[in-house]
């Protein structure tokens, strides 16, 4: 079985220009989510989809970050402007279904941003 | 706000011991517990999890203890071997939603 794919691995930009990341979970999934890990932290939720609707997205910074899921498939979260503490890996996870217990988060490898 | 903390922040066991990494949380409403491991320069993999009706699950090599009374979780690895070098988080699950919250995460460090 196909982990969660992500894309770019590594991205280096520039404080206030924009970068967007790229997530497909598994198969049949239809929770997807959007960590934010900082060096030396555990990851932090930025947002939650359920097929293509957002179930928390309480913790994204939203005047600098979205995402989307139109087609409750593939995801894309962007970053415009990026500043120097966006700098961590966004970790892509995916889910059968968001709700408790048997239903196991796999992770993606991740994308490593850092801001210059 | 509530958080899931671990106690120690790096461990160094030699091979073939035995490894316990701790962790406390707050939330007296999760009832859903996670381990995972990450490795450098990749995303976190799951371990084991425990629902908060248990007190013990077993995997291979590895087992997971919830105290309920004091709100603590451990994760017991067995005959530690250099592959398990990796960090490891504890996690909830918060409001049944698959919400997780990590704690900070321990550094496991496996000596020849």
């Known amino acids: 079985e196909a982990g969660v794919a992500q894309s770019p691995r590594y991205k280096i930009i520039e404080k206030r220009q924009s970068v967007a990341f790229w997530c497909n979970p598994i198969s049949g999934h239809a929770t997807l989510y959007w960590y934010q890990q900082i060096l030396g932290q555990g990851p932090k939720l930025l947002i939650q989809f359920q097929n293509n609707g957002v179930v928390d997205d309480s913790q994204l910074p939203k005047d600098r970050f979205s995402a989307e899921r139109l087609k409750g498939v593939d995801s894309t979260l962007k970053i415009q402007p990026a500043k120097l503490e966006d700098s961590a890996v966004y970790l892509c996870?995916?889910?059968?279904?968001?709700?408790?217990?048997?239903?196991?988060?796999?992770f993606g490898e991740g994308s490593w941003l850092t801001v210059v | 706000g509530e958080s899931v903390g671990l106690h120690l922040p790096t461990l160094s066991v030699q091979e073939g011991d035995n490894s316990i990494i701790n962790c406390a949380y707050s939330?007296?409403?999760?009832?859903?517990f996670i381990w995972y491991k990450q490795e450098s320069g990749k995303g976190p993999q799951f371990i084991i999890d425990?629902?908060?009706?248990?007190d013990k699950r077993q995997g291979q090599r590895v087992t997971v203890l919830l105290n309920k009374t004091v709100k603590h979780l451990s994760l017991q690895i067995a005959a530690t071997q250099p592959g398990d070098s990796a960090v490891y988080f504890c996690?909830?699950?918060?409001f049944g939603w698959g919400k997780l919250q990590f704690g900070a995460g321990t550094q496991v460090v496996v000596t020849p």
């Open positions: 996870a995916s889910s059968i279904q968001g709700s408790l217990s048997g239903n196991t988060i796999y």
């Open positions: 425990i629902r908060s009706n248990m």
């Open positions: 996690a909830e699950n918060i």
């Open positions: 939330n007296s409403a999760s009832d859903y």
